[in-house]
């Protein structure tokens, strides 16, 4: 992915994306897929995982990624607003189902993956957990020390955490089976829609793809996989592999 630094981007007209580099952060990775499924220029703008990204902090108010500037709009960070951005922008292909009921069904699929509580947020607070106990020096916990504080990492949060992943894991699977029931193998109607982009990129954070399709540090594709003890059912992942066959570019950029 090239990218392109904070002052050379903010006063460039058009799209600006801030993007975690170096990682398949899922909020990140979504953002980009909306636009480039959509075809829609963007500039790419570099914002580094876990730290203060001063810069980047100066020009949107925001430290995380990803961060949407358009034009001299007001950034946009929730992952809510950036699909409907992208839809606003580029109407066609769609996203977003026309019927209301679909919309419901497909903002709230997302929500169980995406939102604060929901599964990434669940399987944040492990690899927080994880990184905390691989670390036996106190002084030498800066990173999750961090992602704790910005994250409301608890012990007992964490050890709650895979139980919640397991429901939102089983209820996304369910669905799929009902989908596949009425001749379906989208989340929401008969179309791709966010909410299979979506699950194609946070499924990353219980079984990332091979190296060849996701070459991720590897010291963080331990952390990103999930443990045994948590089921991922096999239609899961054959969703996932489909949407990136028909619609997603592969190996994953960052």
């Known amino acids: 992915m090239n990218y392109v630094h904070v002052d050379d981007a903010k006063d ?40 203060e990204n001063l810069e980047l902090f100066a020009w949107t108010g925001h430290r995380n990624a990803p961060v949407a500037v358009f034009e001299d709009e ?20 769609r996203l977003v189902p026309v019927s209301s009921a679909e919309r419901a069904e497909m903002f709230g699929l997302i929500t169980e993956m995406a939102s604060e509580g929901g599964l990434a947020w669940q399987r944040r607070l492990v690899m927080i957990d994880v990184m905390r106990a691989a670390i036996t020096d106190p002084a030498a916990r800066q990173l999750p020390n961090t992602l704790a504080g910005r994250y409301g990492y608890t012990s007992a949060g964490a050890a709650r955490a895979n139980g919640i992943c397991a429901d939102i894991l089983a209820m996304l699977a369910a669905r799929l089976e009902t989908q596949a029931g009425r001749g379906s193998e989208y989340f929401v109607g008969d179309e791709f829609t966010a909410a299979d982009l979506y699950w194609a990129c946070f499924s990353q954070l ?26 991922i059912d096999p239609i899961l992942l054959e969703h996932r592999s489909k949407m990136y066959e028909r619609y997603l570019s592969l190996p994953l950029e960052f």
């Open 12 to 51: 460039q007209p058009g799209l600006r994306l801030a993007l975690t580099m170096g990682v398949p952060g899922p909020w990140s990775q979504s953002a980009k897929y909306l636009f480039e499924y959509k075809q829609y220029p963007f500039i790419a703008v570099g914002q580094k995982g876990a730290q």
């Open 74 to 93: 007001t950034p946009r960070v929730g992952w809510c607003e950036i699909v409907m951005l992208a839809e606003r922008l580029a109407p066609e292909p």
């Open 206 to 231: 219980v079984a990332p793809m091979a190296e060849d399709l996701n070459p991720m540090p590897k010291r963080l594709r331990g952390p990103y996989t999930a443990p045994e003890t948590l089921f």
